[in-house]
């Protein structure tokens, strides 16, 4: 009796969908006392039908979510990706300059480095005064600023390149327009 029990709290402890498996499935796999135990709590949940649509509409449900989640970080990556390939000058820009389209873009990418490590530098500086290390906070505070300027001067010299590239650019094609 104990037995017997300990399986119909199993089958009561069931989610609506493995007793739709149960039921759906290979019912001949089952003894008859479990299909029994089974059909009571369909019954007692409903009914087939009503099993049938709360697993649809949980599954829906499952299945939006999931496709939320991967517009989601689909858009994430997007912006991520967007702020990046802004970073990269145009290759058309540098057409009859490739050389200065490779510096402008290692300069943008130390430029990058650079603010890492600034900022970086500035959440040591944080932790290092709040820690009582005064000495090394302050000088973290002036690495910080060394940083910041270097960065921005790189920075600087990479849209300076690109604003000499379409000077020119711009100068070659009012050329050819008044020819």
């Known amino acids: 009796m104990d037995n017997t029990e300990t399986f119909k709290n199993h089958i009561y402890s069931l989610s609506d969908q493995d007793l739709l498996v149960m039921i759906e499935g290979k019912s001949q796999d089952y003894t008859e006392q479990a299909m029994k135990f089974t059909e009571e709590e ?3 949940r409903g009914g087939m039908e009503a099993l049938k649509n709360r697993v649809e509409i949980h599954g829906k449900s499952q299945q939006d979510k999931k496709k939320e989640n991967k ?6 990556y997007r912006k991520i990706l967007t702020f990046f390939t802004s970073l990269i000058p145009q290759k058309n ?7 200065l389209h490779i510096i402008s873009v290692v300069f943008r990418f130390m430029a990058l480095i650079t603010a890492v ?5 500035i959440l040591m500086a944080i932790f290092n005064l709040l820690t009582g290390s005064l000495n090394i906070g302050i000088v973290s505070l002036y690495f910080f600023l060394y940083i ?10 990479s849209e300076v390149l690109q604003v000499l590239v379409d000077i020119e650019r711009n ?5 050819k327009k008044n020819r």
Do not use: A, H, K, M
Not at 93 to 99: I, K, L, Q, V
């Open 42 to 44: 369909v019954n007692r």
């Open 93 to 99: 820009r540098y057409e009859n300059y490739p050389t």
């Open 71 to 76: 517009q989601s970080q689909d858009s994430i």
């Open 171 to 175: 100068t070659r094609l009012s050329n």
């Open 148 to 157: 910041s300027i270097v960065s921005v001067v790189l920075f600087s010299i």
């Open 117 to 121: 490590v600034g900022v970086s530098s």
